[in-house]
Nanobody
Framework: QVQLVESGGGLVQPGGSLRLSCAAS????????MGWYRQGPGKERELVAS???????NYPDSVKGRFTISRDNAKKTVYLQMNSLKPEDTAVYYC?????????WGKGTPVTVSS
């Protein structure tokens, strides 16, 4: 059974930082490309960071230079370091493979950026 469990979200002021974690089980983690996704209020879910099984990373322009994705294959965990957070980063953040396994979205972890 695939499980993806996100943690680390919370309330943070603009300009602040958060580090999200996602623990995976039920998949051969090391061979999978992984991604962090987010869904803001009234918005479609979007991919905000991806890390390939060789460690290469990719980001959309909206977060490039502020977000950093990393992975620990031994712990089957993927991380998202978010710096210089903006109100528009407010969303529920999810991890999944990239492309995503549609039946295995976790509950996500909410991030609210507000003063």
């Amino acid at each position: 059974q695939v499980q993806l469990v996100e943690s680390g979200g919370g309330l943070v002021q603009p300009g602040g930082s958060l580090r999200l974690s996602c623990a995976a089980s039920g998949i051969i983690f090391s061979i999978n490309h992984m991604g962090w996704y987010r869904q803001g209020p009234g918005k479609e879910r979007e991919l905000v960071a991806s890390i390939f099984n060789n460690g290469l990373t990719n980001y959309p322009d909206s977060v490039k230079g502020r977000f950093t994705i990393s992975r620990d294959n031994a712990k089957k965990t993927v991380y998202l370091q978010m710096n210089s957070l903006k109100p528009e980063d407010t969303a529920v953040y999810y991890c999944n493979t990239n492309p995503p396994l549609p039946d295995y979205w976790g509950k996500g972890t909410p991030v609210t950026v507000s003063s």
